[in-house]
């Protein structure tokens, strides 16, 4: 399970230090891919097989599935890590998720999100919890 909130920045080559808490449960390589509300989601391979399998029992024959499908493997890269500790993120992605230079790693149970700092202040103020709290409970979620 990921989580914490970590702030790092990307290097002019593209490249991102990965928290070492978070190496450890990823292993060396892993898969990045487009997120949703515009950051990147990251996920250990076992992980990504786990979502593979059950992408595969989707029938083709359903519209929004064929949409998802495409708009999350088609981005997918498989990324590694370095001596440093570092991925490089592929330009497509960092685009989408407008990363430039702050960014925010973020672990969300199964999957890490990656986010420009900028874009995680203004997504992810938390200011209406409350409601969104009643709204988990209703799903049978509250705590």
């Known amino acids: 399970m990921f ?39 990251v996920y250990a391979n076992d992980e990504w097989k786990c979502i593979e399998d059950k992408f595969k029992s989707i029938p083709l024959t359903t519209k929004d599935a064929r949409q998802f499908s495409r708009y999350f493997f088609a981005s997918a890269a498989v990324c590694e890590i370095d001596k440093q500790g ?28 990656i986010w420009s700092k900028e874009r995680w202040n203004d997504e992810c103020s938390f200011d209406d919890m409350d409601e969104i709290a009643e709204h988990m409970a209703e799903l049978g979620l509250g705590i």
């Open 86 to 113: 570092r991925i490089l993120l592929p330009s497509n992605l960092r685009q989408h998720a407008d990363l430039v230079k702050e960014v925010v790693l973020v672990g969300v149970l199964s999957r890490i999100e």
């Open 3 to 41: 989580m914490g909130e970590y702030n790092h920045s990307i290097d002019a080559k593209g490249r991102l230090i990965v928290p070492a808490k978070f190496r450890e449960a990823l292993g060396d390589e892993f898969v990045v891919t487009k997120g949703l509300d515009g950051c990147l989601f």
